[in-house]
Each structure stands twice: as structure tokens, then as C-alpha cells.
């Protein structure tokens, strides 16, 4: 403060700062800061699993679910098969299904919709399959 009792020029502007590295902190926090968007749900409780309608999964294609980093394909009427959607090559998140291959596209990795094997690079490992389970109408992946 000065001697008239106003704030100093310099003591605003650390003030400013100050209250602007909270909000970059805060912005920045980890999966249980309540600023994070995410809640921690402990141990005693288990994430839901992703799911998807029967009839949003073409024959012979598939679709990705990018939040749950999941692709779920059909690659015969009735048979469901699900991978994990995250590209063995640089971890980037698969976009389509299409031509019964799911791709890639970060660097045109193209993987088979039937089992997750490389079918075109520079990818060098298979997707993770995950499983499945058919309940009526809906698909839970696990």
C-alpha cells in the first residue's frame, strides 16, 4: 500500500499474478482435483463399462468410441468383437471402421476389424482385444 492507502501499482500487478498462477495450477490438476472434471471413485467402486446398441454397429464395419478409447466391430451378422482403440504405433486413438479394417489417423496404421492384427504399418503390434458381451439390444465392452 502506499501512504494514501491505495494499493501500489506493484502490489496489484503481483496480486494479478499470484491469483493467475492458482488458476493455471488449478487448471492443471490431477484425475482427483475437483477442477479436473474428473472424480475419483475410489477403490470400493468399479467405472462403468462403455456400451452401444446392436444396430450402431454395421456388418462388416464398426464404430469407435472415443472416450472409452474402444472400437467395437461386427464383422459377421450376429459376431461382435471389440479392441482397444488406442494405435500401437504412437498411441494416437483409431478413427473409423471402413473396408473391414479400423485406421489410424496419425500415420495410416490400418488394423483387421475380424481379430485387431496389422494389416497395413508402420504399426507393428495388433490392437488389445477386449471383451464383448451381448445383452439384447446393448454391447458392454470390458
Given at each position: 500500500?502506499?501512504?494514501?492507502?491505495?494499493?501500489?501499482r506493484?502490489?496489484?500487478?503481483l496480486?494479478a499474478?499470484?491469483?493467475?498462477?492458482?488458476?493455471?495450477l488449478?487448471?492443471?490438476?490431477?484425475k482427483?482435483?475437483?477442477?479436473s472434471?474428473v472424480?475419483?471413485?475410489?477403490?470400493d467402486?468399479?467405472?462403468?463399462?462403455p456400451?452401444?446398441?446392436?444396430?450402431?454397429?454395421?456388418?462388416?464395419?464398426?464404430?469407435?468410441?472415443?472416450?472409452?478409447?474402444?472400437?467395437?466391430?461386427?464383422p459377421?451378422?450376429?459376431e461382435?468383437?471389440?479392441?482397444?482403440?488406442?494405435?500401437?504405433h504412437?498411441?494416437?486413438t483409431?478413427?473409423k471402421?471402413?473396408?473391414?479394417?479400423?485406421?489410424?489417423p496419425?500415420?495410416?496404421?490400418k488394423?483387421?476389424?475380424?481379430?485387431?492384427?496389422?494389416?497395413t504399418?508402420p504399426?507393428?503390434?495388433?490392437?488389445a482385444?477386449k471383451?464383448?458381451?451381448?445383452?439384447?439390444?446393448?454391447?458392454?465392452?470390458?
Open positions: 500500500m502506499t501512504q494514501t492507502g491505495h494499493p501500489s506493484r502490489g496489484v500487478l496480486g499474478s499470484a491469483a493467475g498462477a492458482g488458476m493455471v488449478a487448471a492443471c490438476g490431477g482427483d482435483s475437483p477442477s472434471g472424480q475419483s471413485t475410489g477403490s467402486t468399479k467405472a462403468a463399462s456400451s452401444v446398441k446392436t444396430a450402431d454397429v454395421p456388418v462388416g464395419g464398426g464404430v469407435v468410441l472415443p472416450e472409452a478409447k474402444v472400437v467395437v466391430t461386427q459377421k451378422a450376429g461382435f468383437k471389440a479392441f482397444t482403440a488406442v494405435c500401437t504412437r498411441r494416437c483409431v478413427s471402421v471402413a473396408d473391414g479394417t479400423i485406421d489410424c496419425c500415420h495410416g496404421s488394423f483387421s476389424a475380424v481379430d485387431g492384427s496389422v494389416v504399418g504399426a507393428d503390434e495388433p490392437l482385444p471383451t464383448v458381451t451381448v445383452a439384447g439390444d446393448t454391447l458392454t465392452v470390458a
